[in-house]
């Protein structure tokens, strides 16, 4: 397979799933797949740890976007996992030489072309291998601006690795496709569907969960100064920004997505409401910037009022979403 058709996308998930399709005749870009996926979301769980510090998530679980796209537009894809390593690489390898796109979930840290300071242990990064070169693997991985190659130990590692959300070795394959005609003649309502499952997330009635979890984690920045030391401030606040700009796409950058998404809905289902929707999302993921770079500054020079201003910026992003969220679920 020579001059393959790489994409270079914000997110993995919705990148791969992206890609596939339209290696299969679906024009569906990642805003398209992420949508359709309804996989916009915000998620405080402080009993999940990551590095001492609770889980803070702006997109639904790993695999979601890939299993919901396939639901929503009918399709079906072969999925393998393995015990063995080995069976693992004559899987993959069975598959390329019968002409196969393969989808492979990976971990980080052990994938050699990824810039030594961009590798962590985190075992939920997709990519696709398209062919084989000698020793090497031919991979299109959304995040790299242009395919890149990975010698087979390295692959194999990447694959295998143990720990949390551990692939063993997971590889998938578009399998039986329907017509593209037919997925583009039900598209608008597939559209319509997918908004009103997003919105029943964003405004589900839990408190760790959506609109009312952005709710809980602004409370809890107001109640630092009164509960934690200075040190620990710092250490929250940073690590929100982290989760919020480096991990993924971020929370901002997911909002830029489904805003794009949104345009496009517009155009597919003859709905100017979903523009102007589109158009608030958008300041919307402005405002989680300015968030981000409001924790940022407390971090660096803490004020005394920071975090009741801050507190107080995330309760009005927390508005400004159920609003949208609220309108969306009418529109659908």
């Not at 998620?43 to 803070?56: A, F, H, I, R, S």
């Amino acid at each position: 397979m020579t001059d393959f058709p790489h994409q270079h996308t914000a997110h993995c998930e919705s990148g791969v799933m992206s890609t596939l399709l339209q290696y299969h005749g679906y024009p569906l870009n990642e805003a398209m797949i992420f949508g359709i996926a309804h996989a916009l979301t915000f998620v405080w769980l402080p009993v999940v740890k990551l590095n001492g510090m609770p889980l803070v998530s702006y997109r639904t679980p790993p695999r979601s976007i890939i299993k919901r796209t396939c639901r929503a537009l009918g399709l079906k894809l072969s999925v393998q996992k393995f015990a063995r390593a080995d069976d693992g690489k004559t899987a993959l390898d069975n598959a390329l030489a019968s002409g196969k796109l393969v989808g492979l979930q990976t971990s980080v840290y052990w994938l050699p072309y990824f810039p030594e300071q961009m590798r962590f242990h985190f075992n939920a990064h997709n990519l696709l291998v398209y062919g084989r070169d000698g020793d090497d693997y031919l991979i299109s991985d959304p995040v790299f601006e242009s395919v890149q190659r990975c010698p087979s130990e390295d692959l194999q590692r990447a694959r295998f690795a143990k720990g949390a959300l551990a692939a063993k070795g997971m590889m998938y394959t578009l399998q039986v496709p329907r017509q593209p005609e037919n997925a583009a003649a039900e598209l608008p309502a597939v559209i319509r569907r997918a908004i009103g499952k997003n919105a029943r997330q964003m405004l589900a009635p839990v408190f760790f969960v959506g609109v009312k979890g952005i709710r809980t984690v602004a409370q809890n920045i107001e109640k630092l100064p009164e509960k934690h030391d200075e040190k620990y401030q710092k250490l929250f606040l940073g690590h929100l920004v982290r989760m919020q700009e480096e991990i993924g796409t971020g929370g901002a950058g997911f909002r830029y997505i489904y805003a794009y998404f949104l345009e496009q809905a517009a155009q597919i289902c003859g709905e100017p409401a979903f523009q102007a929707a589109s158009e608030t999302m958008t300041a919307i993921g402005d405002a989680w910037r300015q968030f981000a770079a409001m924790c940022v500054k407390q971090c660096k020079k803490p004020a005394p009022d920071g975090c009741a201003k801050i507190a107080a910026f995330l309760r009005g992003i927390a508005d400004k979403e159920e609003a949208l969220w609220r309108d969306l679920k009418q529109m659908k």
